[in-house]
């Protein structure tokens, strides 16, 4: 199954953009191969940039990598409920009030790679996990219709989006 393939029922316009900036890749294969390519990028990123904000108020690369992790937990959490034909209505969450209450910045850059990598690997086991029927069910998360299909790709879009903010306002 492809992002390209999920039908736009699947998934609010707000996330449109993550869909699109996951590819056109298989999703189990991709959000393997994508964690990999991720942690290669920042492995190349200079020490000096990692504290780095480009403007007043905007968060540092460790902030957004922990934002990142957190985000998914946040997405397979989701997916799990709605996996499991779980019909209540999820929450949102604001970002914000995640990164403030951080200590991303004080944490060494290795530290936040490991967890992000733990993260994915528990993400991919349960992605793997999904029969057919169970990638097509659709719940109600931040007040909207999402698939378990979808938030998988989400997962990997978004990631993909914060990797192009560094290569473009960061670097």
């Given amino acids: 199954m492809k992002g390209t393939e999920i039908p736009e029922n699947e998934y609010s316009e707000f996330y449109a953009t993550y869909i699109k900036a996951a590819g056109n890749g298989d999703l189990h294969e991709d959000l393997e191969i994508s964690l990999h390519d991720f942690i290669r990028f920042v492995q190349d990123i200079p020490?000096?940039?990692f504290d780095y904000?480009?403007?007043?108020?905007?968060?540092?690369?460790?902030?957004?990598?922990?934002?990142?992790?957190?985000?998914e937990r946040v997405f397979s959490y989701r997916a799990l409920r709605i996996s499991r034909n779980d019909k209540t209505p999820l929450p949102g969450f604001d970002e914000n009030d995640f990164v403030e209450n951080t200590n991303a910045n004080d944490r060494?850059?290795?530290?936040?790679?490991t967890e992000l990598s733990i993260v994915r690997q528990s993400t991919l086991a349960l992605y793997k996990s999904f029969s057919g029927e169970q990638l097509k069910r659709i719940g109600i998360a931040s007040n909207n219709e999402i698939s378990?299909?979808?938030?998988g790709?989400?997962?990997?879009?978004?990631q993909n989006h914060h990797k192009k903010?560094?290569?473009?306002?960061?670097l």
């Fill in 165 to 170: 903010i560094f290569q473009e306002r960061y």
């Fill in 47 to 49: 020490m000096d940039k």
């Fill in 108 to 113: 060494h850059l290795q530290s936040l790679l």
């Fill in 153 to 158: 790709f989400i997962i990997i879009g978004h």
């Fill in 53 to 71: 904000r480009y403007a007043q108020g905007k968060w540092t690369i460790k902030e957004i990598i922990q934002h990142i992790i957190d985000a």
């Fill in 148 to 151: 378990v299909r979808a938030i």
